[in-house]
């Protein structure tokens, strides 16, 4: 069994920074990928960023140069460092697992850029 459970998220202004992390519990692999995806209300949930367990790591256009991605393997965590945050960046953030081709989901945190 498998549990990640995210926090971080919150009100902020624009241009502001936030910290998500994602502490994932139960039977975790070394070899595994761990990402951020965010999802807005009646859209699709689209991929933020994402960090392999040798660390390579990947982000969508919209925030690349603004996230950064990271990875605490001792403590089963994942993190996603938010600066010069944009109204648009408002949306319910969701920590991934996947590991043997199975998909694991946290419960979302929500996100909320505004003045």
């Known amino acids: 069994q498998v549990q990640l459970v995210e926090s971080g998220g919150g009100l902020v202004q624009p241009g502001g920074s936030l910290r998500l992390s994602c502490a994932a519990s139960g039977s975790i692999l070394s070899i595994n990928q761990m990402a951020w995806y965010r999802q807005a209300p009646g859209k699709q949930r689209d991929l933020v960023a994402l960090i392999t367990s040798d660390e390579v790591t990947d982000y969508a256009d919209s925030v690349q140069g603004r996230f950064t991605i990271s990875r605490d393997n001792a403590k089963k965590t994942v993190y996603l460092q938010m600066n010069n945050l944009k109204p648009e960046d408002t949306n319910v953030y969701y920590c991934?697992?996947?590991?043997?081709?199975?998909?694991?989901w946290g419960q979302g945190t929500q996100v909320t850029v505004s003045s």
């Open positions: 991934n697992l996947w590991q043997r081709e199975t998909n694991y």
